[in-house]
């Protein structure tokens, strides 16, 4: 079995495989039929998926760069999630829509973050 410091992936493979997984994660969170909780959930695995970036390229990160970077995403994060959780108020077929919602919101978002 492999560990991380010996496999052969770049930088860039590293980080986009951080990136990834983070969306699969937000994906995950954002689909849960509770109103307005995937929006707060997503903080700190983006903040993880940050971190991680800095780290596949042996950078050091502070935390007033990643308390910046998600308060500049804070505010849109919320703002895209609000239709999406809007939907999840109403029960049965309402959960269903909002939870694709707001799986394609945290995906999109977490992948520009990640990409940017």
Do not use: C, W
């Not at 410091?5 to 937000?26: D, F, Y």
């Not at 903040?47 to 760069?65: D, E, F, L, P």
């Amino acid at each position: 079995m492999r560990t991380p410091e010996t496999t052969n992936e770049t930088p860039k493979q590293k980080a986009k495989k951080a990136v990834h997984t983070a969306a699969i994660g937000a994906a995950t969170l954002a689909a849960t039929p509770i109103p307005f909780a995937d929006a707060f959930a997503l903080m700190p695995l983006q903040t993880t998926m940050i971190v991680q970036i800095y780290r596949a390229y042996g950078q050091k990160i502070s935390k007033g760069v990643v308390q910046g970077v998600m308060k500049a995403t804070f505010a849109t994060t919320i703002g895209r999630s609000l239709a999406g959780s809007l939907f999840k108020l109403v029960p049965g077929a309402g959960s269903v829509v909002g939870g694709a919602i707001s799986a394609g919101v945290a995906v999109s978002v977490t992948e520009a973050i990640g990409q940017a």
